[in-house]
């Protein structure tokens, strides 16, 4: 990877790998990342050692390397951050659709939801920001492993299994991977109530996000009818590229 002009290419290449080592669930063997990465060992190691002295990564027993507690309170920071951009969005959504607003991303194996505006129903959904859940049950989850190849979907889901939450929660990898190709062609999906019984979520992701981010509405089934979702849908992916186009604007002036 060559640096980009006034940039410097030692910083360039650390960051490279740190996000590959997301992107492999945050634990990973030298060997794997000179496969992902193109770098020569040598080089690999000694980012890696410079990574580990900082406490940005942390060396396990078995040799392999694995996400360090320092990057905890960077991205904390750039969460809050995220959910204070995109809150006015979310209220958007609620004063448009009626419904809870939900921003959630992929942290490593998980679906973490970083910031949310509740339903002015008294009946609705309430989701507490920094709640982590599988994402084989959500629709965040869904729309957002929508973005991964298959062979990465198999491989998350392998390590955190597929527990049935609800009568509803897809369990089985082939009947997963082909809801996932509807997801792809529709553009968003939809939580039957496999995560909460009752309860109806639709979601898209946002494009231009630096990692899998999506908003979401939720709220009783009773309200979210097929009708309500098809109304939804092109709202949610109109704020969605408002979104986007905002962290990227954020991104390229920084």
Known sequence: MAAKAGSVQSLERSFELLEHMADAGGEVALSQL???????LPTIHRLMRTLVNLGYVRQEPSRRYALGPRLIRLGETASRLLGSWARPHLAELVDTLGETANLAMLDGDEI???????SRHSMRMFTEVGRRVSPH??????VLLARLPNDQVKSLLARTGMPAMTPHTITGIRKFLAALDQVRADGYAVDEGEQE???RCVAVHIPGAPTLTAISISGPAGRMTDDAVQQAVPVLLRVARELGAEISYQESTA
């Open 34 to 40: 000179a496969t992902v990465s193109g770098l020569p």
């Open 112 to 118: 973490v939801y970083i910031a949310q505006v509740p």
């Open 137 to 142: 049950c959500t629709g965040v989850g869904k």
């Open 197 to 199: 019984v009752g309860v």
